[in-house]
């Protein structure tokens, strides 16, 4: 059974500063990994798709690597904004998604 | 921008009671699934549905679980006898893709509480 992670649970940080947010998963027969944002109490926005077969992916400030291999993926948010406030979730694609347990992230203006 | 609907958007119920949520796909989208979401939890798989029958369903998709598209634009999923743990948020998505790797796109859910 697939078993995801996100590590940390929450962040909290200066506005400016770069962020970083970590999913590891146990099974990398994976199809691709989706990284989604979910605010208080609403949907999920997704963020960026990264196929299983690339090694990065690319939005304006948002950066998602992935390591197939070593079952990790990690999403870089540059120049971190109070907008950018919210729960950060990693899925990983087996014909349905398994889910992390998100990071909060936490920007101080 | 083209966007996954659902309704309601909260409804309380009282525990036995059969709930009905509804969820517009969007247009041209082939794969439909339902999620949730129990409070302080992971998001969790509940069923996938493609050419009008359950492709997988979890564990959690018992007896008491119906999917079907009634009109060919709808989406439900059907709780017969609402339990208190049936309590959650529910997420429709929907992928476009013929393929296992299209993106996954999520509506913006149903709060379900079981009183």
């Known amino acids: 059974k697939q078993e995801v992670t996100q590590i940390p649970a929450a962040l909290s940080v200066p506005e400016g500063e770069n962020l970083v947010l970590n999913c590891s998963f146990t099974d990398s027969a994976i199809y691709n990994l989706q990284w989604f944002r979910q605010d208080p109490g609403k949907g999920l926005t997704s963020l960026l798709l990264?196929?299983?077969?690339?090694r990065e992916q690319t939005s304006g400030r948002l950066n998602a690597s992935l390591d197939k291999s070593s079952g990790r993926s990690t999403l870089y948010i540059a120049a971190s904004q109070p907008g950018d406030s919210a729960t950060y979730l990693c899925?990983?694609?087996?014909?349905?998604?398994?889910f992390g347990a998100g990071t909060t992230v936490t920007v101080r203006a | 921008e083209p966007e996954v609907t659902q309704t309601p958007s909260h409804q309380v119920t009282q525990m036995g009671q059969e709930v009905i949520l509804r969820c517009v796909p969007i247009s041209n989208h082939l794969y439909f699934y339902w999620y949730r979401q129990i409070l302080g939890q992971k998001v969790e798989f509940l069923v996938s549905?493609?050419?009008?029958?359950?492709?997988?369903k979890s564990e959690i998709f018992d007896d008491q679980f119906s999917v079907e598209r009634p009109d060919g634009s709808n989406f439900t999923l059907k709780i017969r006898s609402t339990k208190l743990e049936d309590s959650a948020m529910y997420f429709c998505?929907?992928?476009?893709?013929?393929?296992?790797?299209?993106?996954?796109?999520f509506g913006e859910g149903s709060r379900l509480t079981v009183l």
């Open positions: 899925a990983v694609n087996q014909y349905k998604l398994s």
């Open positions: 549905f493609y050419n009008n029958e359950i492709s997988e």
């Open positions: 990264i196929q299983s077969s690339q």
């Open positions: 998505a929907t992928k476009g893709q013929g393929t296992n790797t299209g993106e996954l796109f």
